[in-house]
């Protein structure tokens, strides 16, 4: 069974990785449809500002951390994130390029599943 604290938590991530995913699509899309940056390099950086974002309101509203190795931390939490963008880059392609699916939902799905991976990683191995 899974307790309370484990669910507030997971829903708190989910609420910063929404707000997350809000700088995540405007910075793609600023970057791919008006600057014509390549797909994939945009998606990087709009994953990579995103996560900056995210490991500021994980690390002090959901996980309320008090770590003060915070170098440390960040670090784990990054290279979480950065594993988390080659799946991400991955379900991407695949949905978008191989499967030919619109790349802004091919985007949804793959936000999704690293929403998991990095929920899980950072609960186990960060926070």
Same mark, same amino acid.
Do not use: M, P
């Given at each position: 069974m899974i307790d *309370? !604290? %484990?669910? @507030? *938590? +997971? @829903? *708190? !991530?989910c609420s910063v990785g929404f707000s997350g995913m809000i700088i995540d699509f405007g910075t793609t899309w600023l970057l791919k449809e008006k600057i014509k940056i390549n797909k994939f390099i945009a998606n990087s950086c709009g994953f990579v500002l995103a996560a900056s974002s995210n490991y500021i309101w994980n690390r002090i509203w959901t996980f309320k951390s008090h770590n #003060?190795? &915070? =170098? =440390? #931390?960040f670090l784990s939490f990054l290279v979480i994130s950065l594993l988390g963008l080659g799946l991400n880059n991955l379900v991407l392609w695949v949905l978008s390029d191989k499967l030919k699916?619109? %790349?802004y939902l091919s985007k949804v799905f793959a936000i999704g599943t690293v929403t998991l991976w990095n929920f899980g990683m950072n609960f &186990? +191995? =960060?926070f």
């Open positions: *309370k !604290f %484990f669910v @507030l *938590k +997971f @829903l *708190k !991530f #003060e190795q &915070i =170098t =440390t #931390e699916q619109n %790349f &186990i +191995f =960060t």
